[in-house]
């Protein structure tokens, strides 16, 4: 992991500056795409750095390297949101309703119903976006679009959870134009639940190498990793 502390803030700066930028391009508000820092693989100590930098959200993909984070992290827990953005197995369910804010990566009922009667009661409901295979055959993670409204109205109706939004990992494409295609179905697929009524508010799309496509096409919230810590080992 090449994590220079010393270049974090610096980093987020610049991520925020291509955030406004993209916002300005497509005359949305900066206010409304928040950036999620995504420290995987990163020490304790780099998203501490992060977070006296102002930043706020932090998404991770492993569940026992995050618990180690959040547990290493405890002193700032009332200020700070944990986000989990990797695959989850029904065996870790308990340990991420109990120690998570945010959950953006479900994509069957079963893990989503797990979460819900493990959420501890005197905590908020966990917030969750469905993760979409947004690339058909090629990827294997994600409910298909077919799937996904009656996928959405059972987990929207899970007393333990409050279903936000969507999620989507595309592919890598080779030119802006093709980056925002993935971006555009699932901003269509997100206004099409809303319309039948879901209440949703957000959208997970874009990393450091698209976060601009996505916002330009509504991205309410960009994932970014090695833009703010560096390149990962
Ligand atoms: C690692 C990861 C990111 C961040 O990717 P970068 O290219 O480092 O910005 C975003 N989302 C998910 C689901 C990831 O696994």
Redo the contacts with the bound molecule.
């Keep these: 992991m090449g994590t220079n502390l010393g270049s974090i803030a610096e980093n987020l700066r610049q991520v925020r500056q291509r955030i406004d930028r993209a916002c300005t391009e497509c005359h949305r508000l900066p206010s409304h795409v928040t950036l999620?820092a995504?420290s995987?693989t990163c020490p304790a100590e780099a998203v501490r750095v992060a977070w006296e930098a102002g930043q706020r959200a932090f998404?991770e993909?492993y569940v026992q390297e995050a618990l180690q984070k959040i547990g290493a992290l405890a002193d700032l827990r009332a200020q700070i949101e944990w986000h989990l953005?990797?695959p989850l197995q029904s065996n870790k369910t308990r340990v991420v309703a109990e120690a998570f804010d945010w959950v953006?990566?479900v994509d069957r009922l079963k893990i989503a119903e797990r979460l819900s009667d493990q959420r501890p009661t005197h905590l908020p409901p966990l917030n969750i976006c469905l993760q979409v295979n947004v690339d058909g055959e090629a990827s294997k993670s994600g409910v298909d679009f077919e799937a996904l409204p009656a996928l959405a109205r059972s987990v929207a109706a899970l007393p333990g959870l409050r279903l936000r939004g969507l999620?989507s990992?595309p592919q890598p494409a080779p030119s802006p134009e093709a980056q925002r295609e993935p971006h555009r179905r699932l901003h269509e697929a997100y206004e099409q639940l809303r319309q039948q009524g879901l209440a949703l508010d957000t959208l997970s799309m874009g990393?450091?190498?698209d976060l601009e496509p996505a916002v330009v096409e509504g991205a309410t919230m960009v994932?970014?990793?090695?833009?703010?810590?560096g390149a990962?080992g």
């Design positions: 999620l995504v995987k998404g993909n953005i990797g953006h990566s999620m990992i990393m450091s190498a994932r970014v990793g090695s833009a703010i810590f990962r």
